[in-house]
């Protein structure tokens, strides 16, 4: 009898890897279960890193909304379609990407794995999926960029107060061939965060999480210049806590540890980012600012209402997120998905539209793409494999994306991206009331 071919497909390969190392005794070291996931992240990191990472805003009403939105829909599995080769390539922006995922833009994750944004690279490279890289990031752009190799990459911008640190950081994001510029608009100040708050954790006041500022040519002006102001106000008290924080801010800036601990550039780097990182002034008309000073696709992330969705085409941008930030923001917004039709209905597709908010799974990513999302941004998950196994850890995860969404397109009759359509999907029965 001779072998049939059978075409190996992702979820189909993901699934023998499994069960071929469970039948000679181990389990995967990073949960395939997305609550499995989630706990043993929490097992890995600190209490700090936690708080940070898997915190939202307020009672984290919003947080929870973007995981229960997906429980409103169902599918409607079609049979007999042949669906024994399946392709999920998407084209976004010139660019074929292997499957409908980015690994959104996600700041300071060496609080997750010390190698943080280079281990994200080296995966990212790996799976060839575009790496979103964050102005919070805790690498600068250049070395992440190295690590990349071919790999696609955008870069996310915080809107700085100062233009010029602004059109700097464009500069270096094209520098190192940004496909895109992903501008973040709903976090031109921080969420109330109540467990960071109540822990006093921020990871900026550390040093953490601003490595693409500390080795930006603007901001080093603007440090040296207020180095040079005549200290004001009482200094800290020398406590333990206060010394942690001081060796942890001269780690963290560029230069010899030695030094920078006699420097005074260090805190007034921290001070300096303080100052600077965003700006609540921003409005419409600013976008003009961006378009002068880039050729590179204009992505909006944080539009969840269909008015900002016109604007923003009014404004000639090039692609929106649809996003509430994984509800660290708002407590109490609308959840991303349930924004997510509307948002689509008003830009009819004359730009692509992207989400994130609440994917945990590849039928996750199915549901959203099925309402017509072009592609999906996966965040908190691929935090928690970068905490459990660095770079494997995030091609895992994403491989598990992956695989379920492979398995859930053959069993639901598609063979590709653009055949994953509203009419697989159906409202799920509203619950009874109690
Ligand atoms: C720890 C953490 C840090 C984040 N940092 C950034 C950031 O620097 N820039 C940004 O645009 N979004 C940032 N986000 C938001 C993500 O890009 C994304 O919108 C969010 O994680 C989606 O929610 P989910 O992870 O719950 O699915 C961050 C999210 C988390 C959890």
Request: glycine share 8%.
């Amino acid at each position: 009898m001779s072998p049939v071919a059978v075409p190996e497909s992702v979820g189909r390969a993901a699934q023998a890897v499994i069960y071929r190392a469970g039948a000679l005794g181990s389990r995967p070291r990073v949960p395939v279960s997305p609550a499995g996931l989630e706990r043993a992240a929490r097992r890995r990191m600190s209490s700090r890193a936690w708080a940070y990472v898997a915190g939202s805003a307020g009672q984290e009403r919003t947080a929870r909304a973007n995981l229960a939105a997906f429980d409103r829909f169902r599918m409607v599995p079609r049979m007999l379609r042949d669906v024994e080769k399946r392709d999920l390539r998407v084209e976004l922006f010139g660019r074929s990407l292997p499957a409908p995922y980015l690994l959104a833009p996600i700041g300071v994750l060496e609080l997750a794995h010390r190698d943080a944004d280079l281990a994200e690279a080296r995966a990212a490279r790996e799976l060839q999926l575009p790496m979103v890289l964050s102005t919070q990031a805790s690498v600068p752009m250049e070395p992440v960029a190295r690590e990349l190799g071919d790999a696609p990459r955008w870069f996310q911008l915080y809107w700085s107060s100062n233009d010029d640190l602004v059109s700097s950081l464009v500069s270096r994001a094209e520098a190192i061939g940004s496909d895109a510029i992903v501008v973040t608009l709903d976090t031109h100040v921080l969420g109330w965060r109540p467990r960071d708050l109540d822990l006093g954790f921020l990871p900026f006041a550390h040093g953490q999480g601003i490595a693409q500022y500390t080795t930006d040519p603007v901001f080093r002006e603007l440090v040296a210049a207020r180095a040079a102001l005549p200290a004001t106000g009482p200094s800290p008290r020398p406590t333990p806590a206060a010394l942690r924080t001081l060796l942890s801010i001269s780690r963290h800036y560029p230069g010899r540890f030695a030094d920078n601990l006699r420097s005074p550039l260090p805190r007034a780097a921290v001070e300096t980012f303080l100052e600077v990182f965003s700006r609540s002034s921003l409005t419409w008309r600013d976008l003009a600012f961006l378009r002068e000073r880039t050729r590179l696709p204009i992505v909006l992330k944080g539009i969840v209402d269909p008015r900002d969705a016109e604007l923003a085409l009014d404004h000639g941008v090039d692609g929106i997120v649809v996003s509430n930030h994984g509800g660290r923001q708002v407590d109490g917004a609308v959840a991303a998905l349930d924004a997510l039709p509307e948002v689509l209905a008003r830009v009819a597709g004359r730009v692509p539209v992207l989400f994130d908010s609440g994917i945990r799974s590849g039928a996750d990513a199915f549901v959203a793409l099925a309402l017509g999302a072009a592609a999906v941004c996966v965040g908190r998950p691929y935090v928690y494999g970068l905490a459990l196994g660095g770079t494997s850890g995030v091609v895992e995860v994403m491989r598990n994306l992956t695989a379920e969404l492979d398995l859930t397109m053959a069993l639901t009759g598609v063979t590709s991206v653009a055949g994953i359509g509203p009419d697989l999907l159906r409202h799920a029965p509203a619950k009874m009331g109690v």
